[in-house]
């Protein structure tokens, strides 16, 4: 059970499941399928240019589609296996119950609206990967070797600490100005990151690359939106799961007599 298909599944039906959810099968099943569906689109559409292009790093139909059924085949069934866990484990239990009557929520700050929180709060786990990101971006399109993974290991660190960190703050700013529903917005706050990711990669390619064909630019940055989309699911869920724990704690200290 311990892979990261099953984890995902386990994870999902039961955040699911706590949140309201009740179709745990339809659950499982984008669960298992939305993701993949979509880099495989990107890449065989990208796919299409290399062959168009007559290069030599263009994959054959074929192998696509063997590795997409061998994807499928492996990944989807161990999904389910790990939903299957989560639905006997049952949702997570709250400190406290929720109000059935949702409460009328007061104008708030301008800095707390979805789009320009999920832009402040990006900036800060940008700046933390911002000097390694050059090296990165050098390696996978300069050519450039690249050999400090330690550092990068601990940037890495270093990115996930303030992307929980600042979900929660942003979090703990909605609640005070009671607004209830943070639960996406904490996943758009913790992705903000991606943003600008994928604005570094304009200023690179417009300032260190000389690309001068339409297909190297088409396939600059069909990676760097796969790059940015990666990234944006990754400190994005980073960022939900912290600001939730940190809701439950927040409300497991509120005594109700």
């Given at each position: 059970?311990?892979?990261?298909?099953s984890?995902?599944?386990?994870?999902?039906?039961?955040?699911y499941?706590?949140?309201?959810?009740?179709?745990?099968r339809?659950?499982?099943f984008?669960t298992?399928t939305?993701?993949p569906?979509f880099?495989?689109?990107?890449?065989?559409?990208?796919?299409?240019?290399?062959?168009?292009g007559?290069?030599s790093?263009?994959v054959?139909?074929?192998?696509?589609?063997?590795i997409?059924l061998?994807?499928?085949?492996?990944?989807?069934?161990?999904?389910?296996v790990g939903?299957?866990?989560?639905?006997r484990?049952?949702?997570?239990?709250h400190p406290?119950?929720?109000?059935?009557?949702?409460?009328?929520i007061?104008?708030?700050?301008?800095?707390?609206?979805p789009?320009?929180a999920?832009?402040?709060?990006g900036?800060?786990?940008?700046?933390?990967?911002?000097?390694?990101?050059?090296f990165?971006?050098?390696?996978?399109?300069?050519s450039?070797?690249y050999?400090?993974f330690g550092?990068?290991?601990l940037?890495?660190g270093?990115?996930?600490?303030?992307?929980?960190?600042?979900s929660?703050?942003?979090?703990?700013?909605?609640l005070?100005?009671e607004?209830?529903?943070?639960?996406?917005?904490?996943?758009l706050?913790?992705?903000?990151?991606?943003?600008?990711?994928?604005a570094y990669?304009?200023?690179?390619?417009?300032?260190?690359?000389?690309?001068?064909?339409?297909t190297s630019?088409?396939?600059?940055?069909?990676y760097?939106f796969?790059l940015?989309?990666?990234?944006?699911l990754?400190?994005g869920t980073?960022?939900?799961?912290a600001?939730?724990?940190?809701?439950?704690?927040?409300?497991?200290?509120?005594?109700?007599?």
């Amino acid at each position: 059970m311990y892979n990261p298909y099953s984890v995902s599944g386990y994870i999902s039906n039961r955040v699911y499941t706590s949140l309201g959810g009740m179709d745990r099968r339809k659950n499982a099943f984008l669960t298992a399928t939305i993701l993949p569906t979509f880099i495989f689109a990107i890449v065989f559409l990208l796919n299409l240019f290399l062959i168009h292009g007559d290069s030599s790093g263009a994959v054959p139909f074929g192998t696509i589609v063997l590795i997409v059924l061998l994807w499928y085949g492996i990944s989807a069934p161990l999904t389910v296996v790990g939903s299957f866990y989560g639905t006997r484990h049952g949702p997570i239990s709250h400190p406290v119950s929720v109000n059935q009557i949702p409460r009328q929520i007061p104008p708030g700050p301008r800095y707390l609206r979805p789009w320009m929180a999920t832009l402040i709060g990006g900036i800060l786990p940008f700046g933390a990967a911002f000097v390694e990101l050059y090296f990165v971006m050098s390696s996978l399109f300069a050519s450039r070797a690249y050999y400090a993974f330690g550092f990068l290991s601990l940037t890495a660190g270093i990115v996930v600490l303030t992307t929980a960190t600042v979900s929660i703050l942003f979090t703990y700013f909605m609640l005070c100005a009671e607004e209830y529903r943070w639960h996406w917005r904490s996943f758009l706050i913790g992705g903000g990151s991606a943003f600008w990711l994928f604005a570094y990669g304009v200023f690179y390619w417009a300032s260190r690359l000389s690309l001068d064909s339409f297909t190297s630019a088409v396939l600059y940055f069909g990676y760097l939106f796969l790059l940015s989309v990666l990234d944006f699911l990754v400190t994005g869920t980073i960022g939900f799961l912290a600001s939730y724990w940190a809701v439950r704690r927040l409300y497991s200290a509120i005594r109700v007599d």
